[in-house]
């Protein structure tokens, strides 16, 4: 099937007349090819290069160039890429803002890594921070939520929120949260609880308030994602394990919920997942055994046949348009 | 053979699709696109990638807990002989609700009929391998072949179609290792085994089989540009005569594979570039980078942080120039912005991912990352 076959059909049905048809098979003969992703993951990976590239070079010639030498440059790279972002920069809006340069979004993240760079070099050479390694981190924090913010950047205030997390001593990041983090630690699934809700109830108000809606994606993706898995650590070691279970599935009632709202599902997925997984384990532990050996053959069958069910009928249930 | 997706409503999702890229660039109207869905119509159930994943995740579990299910009832002797009547059974149990699913539930590659189909395909071969336990490996592709190829005319699934040319070339390279003539020349054999299947997959076998082609020419276009990779070549000689030493030896026309590593990539990326090819441009810039990688391996004479950096100012300052020089279309090219929030949703978050670790004190972290991921990684 070709442009040209479904072009001469809907000629002969009628939808379009012949002159828009010619035109069409012009724009399909002309149209171009855009590489603007292609060209995008390059800049990317030029960007990953040079950055580790110079990290490395400084790492091994920490002895023979001049600190100072060093520090001045980073300093000045860093200043060169401000004086760029602020002389293209958009007025601030609560909205979302289209920046019409080009380059200020690469070049927001690559004064961001840079700032961490020279950050980590005057710890690591002067203690700059001495053992306070809270401020260093707090630091680019609030400078990261700012600069995204200001900048209008998902990618910075994800830097923002890792930091934010790192500054609790937590791993946020939605690839390592379970690898990353140890659950075993006191204080550590209470701490994720507190901060991943905190971050959900972000979410929640910006797009209520409509202050950068945009960016609730970001702040529930991972405030929801920290949560539970912390409320599910906290199901399977800790004790009262019917608080965590109610927390637990408090939070994935919501993420379902919330998928009505948002336009992408991935929140719903986060909550049937999580909430299967909490809602079979809380089974298996409050449920006496006489009724549990009756149930265990069917259990897995049936309730995954439901959550089928479920997932088919979605859109109606939750009266969802898209 | 009858297919089980309904071929008129495939086409018309696609006359659809295109009619709704001609709408964004204002070739029809709003009406005229009401109009073509409504004399095109076609009603597959096709749920987001998030939805697709919890159905496929859900159909496996429900479907592991069947078979355990089933096996139940032959608790008493556990011989390879109940296994495989077990296994037909579920194959039939999965291939009947496969059936149902995409004949009742009007399913289109939705997670569920993906699951049933590999589960299937899965509990229809483990009595074939139950039942023959001394075949050679080439023979066992065979057998994984055909049935493979059965379900990828039938189904049109591009995992099944990937698992079928996998077995294909594994059963080649087997036959051609098993045979002292041809096993010197088994890297040619593999480029022209791979340039056989690359002309046949060229033709149009119609849209019904579009993405089980795409992924057989992008294993195509890989295996072909590995079996002329020096560093491919190099190390898997070694591998393959059991030689235990630190540094592989040299390897025969040396010269030739330093040449197919340096062309292939390019003329991939040119013809890719030339012909509007996504598939072609992606796996030149691909192989593209595992090429640098070959050179660094064996030339290592500048060392890696200078590489590092050459590297990344020249692809910096490259791209810029290419953006700037393409904003307006040239020979075919533009740099035109497509659409895809939700990929810059998750960018956002691989670029965190990458970027964002903090300095933690004690232990120092340039953040750089590391720069793995060889070649285009973000957007894809």
């Known amino acids: 099937m070709t442009t040209k076959s479904i072009l001469e059909s809907f000629t002969q049905k009628g939808i379009l007349p012949e002159e828009q048809a010619v035109l069409i098979t012009e724009y399909e003969r002309t149209k171009s090819f855009s590489i603007h992703r292609e060209l995008r993951a390059i800049l990317y990976l030029g960007i990953t290069l040079l950055t580790t590239g110079l990290g490395i070079l400084i790492y091994k010639n920490i002895d023979t160039i001049g600190h100072q030498a060093i520090i001045a440059l980073i300093a000045a790279s860093i200043i060169a890429c401000f004086y760029h972002l602020f002389k293209n920069r958009q007025p601030f809006s609560r909205g979302m803002v289209i920046n019409t340069d080009q380059f200020s979004e690469y070049i927001l993240i690559l004064a961001c890594t840079l700032f961490l760079t020279l950050e980590g070099y005057l710890q690591y050479q002067y203690q700059f921070f001495g053992t306070r390694y809270g401020i260093a981190i707090f630091i680019p924090t609030v400078l990261f939520f700012f600069l995204a913010y200001r900048f209008d950047n998902k990618a910075v205030l994800s830097m923002g929120i890792t930091g934010l997390a790192s500054w609790l001593g937590l791993t946020i990041s939605p690839l390592s949260v379970l690898e990353k983090n140890d659950f075993t630690a006191p204080g550590i699934i209470i701490t994720g609880i507190v901060l991943g809700i905190a971050l959900v109830v972000i979410s929640w108000l910006s797009e209520k308030n ?5 960016f609730g994606f970001t702040y529930m993706l991972l405030g929801g994602n920290l949560a539970a898995i912390s409320g599910l650590a906290g199901l399977f070691n800790n004790d009262p394990k019917i608080i965590y279970f109610l927390i637990t599935a408090a939070l994935c009632t919501f993420l379902i919920q919330n998928a009505r709202k948002t336009q992408s599902l991935i929140f719903l997925l986060m909550g049937v997942i999580y909430g299967y997984i909490a809602v079979t384990y809380a089974a298996f532990v409050f449920l006496p055994d006489s009724v549990l050996a009756a149930l265990s053959i069917f259990y897995f069958l049936f309730t ?13 249930i939750l009266g969802l348009k898209k | 053979m009858k297919k089980p997706y309904n071929e008129t409503w495939i086409i018309n999702l696609n006359i659809q699709n295109i009619s709704q890229s001609w709408l964004k660039k204002n070739l029809i109207t709003l009406k005229q696109l009401e ?29 592991s807990f069947f078979s355990g299910f089933i096996s139940l009832f032959f608790l008493e002797n556990s011989t390879d002989k109940i296994f495989t009547v077990i296994s037909i059974v579920c194959a039939i149990c999965y291939f009947f609700a496969l059936e149902y699913a995409i004949k009742d539930r009007k399913l289109f590659h939705s997670g ?61 390279a087997n036959i051609i290792l098993a045979s002292p003539q041809l096993k010197p020349i088994l890297p040619f054999c593999l480029m022209l085994i791979s340039a056989i299947i690359y002309f046949l997959n060229q033709a149009d076998y119609g849209l019904y089989y579009k993405n089980c082609q795409l992924v057989i020419k992008t294993v195509a276009l890989m295996v072909f540009y590995l079996g002329g990779n020096y560093y491919v070549v190099r190390e898997g000689n070694a591998l393959l005569a059991d030689l235990l030493t630190p540094i592989a030896p040299q390897i025969p026309f040396s010269a030739l594979f330093y040449i197919l590593t340096t062309t292939i990539p390019l003329t991939y990326i040119y013809f890719g570039l030339k012909n509007k090819d996504r598939i072609l441009l992606i796996t030149g810039l691909l192989t593209t980078a595992f090429s640098a990688f070959t050179y660094r391996y064996y030339f290592d004479i500048i060392p890696m942080e200078i590489i590092l950096i050459l590297a990344g100012f020249v692809l910096i300052i490259l791209t810029i120039s290419c953006i700037y020089y393409f904003k307006t279309a040239r020979f075919g090219l533009s740099d035109e912005k497509s659409e895809g929030q939700n990929i810059a949703n998750l960018e956002a978050l691989l670029i965190a991912h990458q970027f964002g670790q903090a300095p933690t004190g004690d232990h120092l972290n340039f953040g750089g990352g590391d720069f793995g991921g060889g070649g285009a990684g973000n957007s894809y």
Request: glycine content about 4%; aromatic content about 16%; charged content about 10%.
């Open chain 2, 112 to 172: 569920i009929d993906n699951a049933l189909l590999y589960m299937a395909a899965v509990a229809a071969l483990v009595p074939v391998f139950l039942t023959f336990d001394h075949l050679k490996i080439w023979q066992y592709c065979l057998i994984v072949l055909i049935v493979n190829s059965f379900l990828v005319i039938r189904y049109a699934d591009i995992l099944i179609a990937f698992i079928s040319v996998a077995a294909l070339y594994v059963m080649f």
């Open chain 2, 35 to 63: 109009q073509i869905t409504t004399d095109f119509p076609e009603s597959f159930y096709k749920p987001g990638i998030f939805v697709k994943t919890g159905l496929f995740l859900f159909t496996i579990l429900a479907g």
């Open chain 1, 304 to 316: 995954s046949l439901g959550v089928l069910f479920f997932l088919l009928n979605v859109k109606k």
């Open chain 1, 210 to 214: 409509d202050i950068k809606s945009h």
